[in-house]
């Protein structure tokens, strides 16, 4: 139901009301001029070949009682206009002729609606494609939003479509597509040819100074020191919103910000040319189109597409719909797939890319090497805890038991990892019985693949407060190993319990009051097992009791949330 066409030179008759046959209607559905006597005209107009028809149907007073009484009749005419007259679309040849299509909308209009539910039954299985289930789509969508319009419009045409349009035009089509897609392809990789000849190159190479070219001239130039072991950094910073990376003297990513910056307070102004046809207020499937389909089996709101020999991240700034427009953040040019390890456009993540404290000023040089500043970069990491800005991981070893483990001698290594609520990196700092300390930025994935070394037990190296705390630290005592879990922090019992309803699932973590914890010293894991039953009876329930009661926190383990819960005398 394209916007391009519609009922615009003509204006109700003096006396005469208009009626519209769907909610919020655009200018291109039909509609029905209701006269002073209630009689009433059918009026639809279509584009074909340049030209416009307009077909006209004489209705009675009776038949515009129906139409505004029974809202599936209303709806039923619209979509008879629609399959059987073909009206709304600019290769549609009319299924009938319009006698035909005259005496359906009359048997429409003058039947019961238990008729037309069978008449739209039989529609359905004449258009293989759901009409009934397009019309129950219209029930529920507000056509007033032109995304609903739209779906709505896809799928009656999903239903028409096979009666309109032969088999050879259907292949003819599809051929055309496929040619077209090819052609962007070819387009896209030969755009971002240059830029990945670029790739892992030195500086001074002639592709990399081909794309220096290409993306301006005198760049900001910023040099720094990254992690422990140091690599050097080098940033290239154009102010048409190219950006290039450099780790080692090698080149990493070339980045296109799409959002201004403060070198290119425009963004990037070579989006179009890069990838043609696309800008930068693009939606996710106008990103689709034109790089083609991503990488599939991800998750998250970024896409990653195979381009030529590297590999295109397209960075958005939020979850949106396919169809949103202006979303479109960043794209991010590598030789390697990031989806499993850290992007370099995290480098300069405002929440955690200056944490690591050094001993003296950043020395020149590639194989320069600056002493790390232990004692601050742990209070640089405590502080950045405080403000939110990274989560500790809780079963790592805590940032204030660093030094003492490391001054017991006791251990190898001594690791503690955090996690960057911005970037979502993990910083892993180290300290080592016989080499200097590590600070590096991993991947979820990479953390896990990093084997911890066991802590020996607090006795052995810490003061009375922190045997103490330790004390205090929750402690899972026991578990039937599906449907829940009992902690114990101190003298006080915590049970998760595991909540579903049909595919979804949670839970809810609680403090046993006194009568629980007496149920459960008398009954033992039975009793448990049956308060869980009781939690995941109301659990999705809007009066849920136990809601008020739940201790669950968002990104935190149970034992996280535990810790942070106050004590039933703090809380009163």
Partial sequence: MSRRRGPRGRRPDRGARRLRLLPGPGEDEPFVDVREDGRGTLDVRVDREGRQEHFRFEVTAQHVAAAERSALRSWAVFA??????????????????PEACRRVIDTILGDTDAEVERYLTLMNRRFRGGLRDSLALLCTSDLSRSEDREAFRKRLWFGAEPLIIGDEERSRRAQEAAHGATARATAVRQAFEPYNDALLRAEDDTAVRRVIDLLGSDPV?????????AHRDRHLTFASGGEIMLRDGEVRAILFHIRPTETAPHGFTGLGTLIPGLSPDASRSQV??????????????????????????VFYDAWAGKNAPNHLKLVQLTADDTY??????????????DLLVRTAPEPAGAEAHADVDVDATIAALRGAVAAGG????YH?????????????????HVEAQLGCTLCHRYLCFALHRDADPTFAYLSLNDTYRRTPEPVPPVEQWGDTARIARE???????????????LFARGEQLFMNARCWYSAVEGSRLIRLEAAEVRQYERDGEAYLSRLQETINRTWTSDDDPWRARDLTRSGMSNEEAIEASPDPAQRE
């Avoid at 499993?340 to 890319?353: S, Y």
Wanted: hydrophobic residues 40%; contains cysteine; glycine residues 12%.
């Fill in 471 to 485: 004390a205090q630290r929750p402690e899972q005592i026991a578990t039937d190993g599906n449907s829940w879990i």
């Fill in 288 to 313: 689709i189109a034109s790089l083609g389909d991503p990488i599939t089996g991800r998750t998250g709101r970024h896409t990653t597409h195979s381009v030529g020999g590297g590999f295109v991240k």
């Fill in 396 to 412: 790592r070893v805590a940032l204030g038991d660093l030094r003492s483990l490391h001054d017991s001698g006791l251990m190898e």
């Fill in 340 to 353: 499993a390890t850290i992007d370099p456009a995290d480098e300069r993540c405002p929440g955690c890319a």
């Fill in 80 to 97: 008879v206009l629609y399959g059987e007259l073909a009206a709304f679309h600019p290769d549609a040849v009319p299924a009938r002729p």
């Fill in 221 to 229: 130039v910023s040099d720094f020191l990254v992690g422990a072991p």
């Fill in 390 to 393: 990274l989560r500790q991981a």
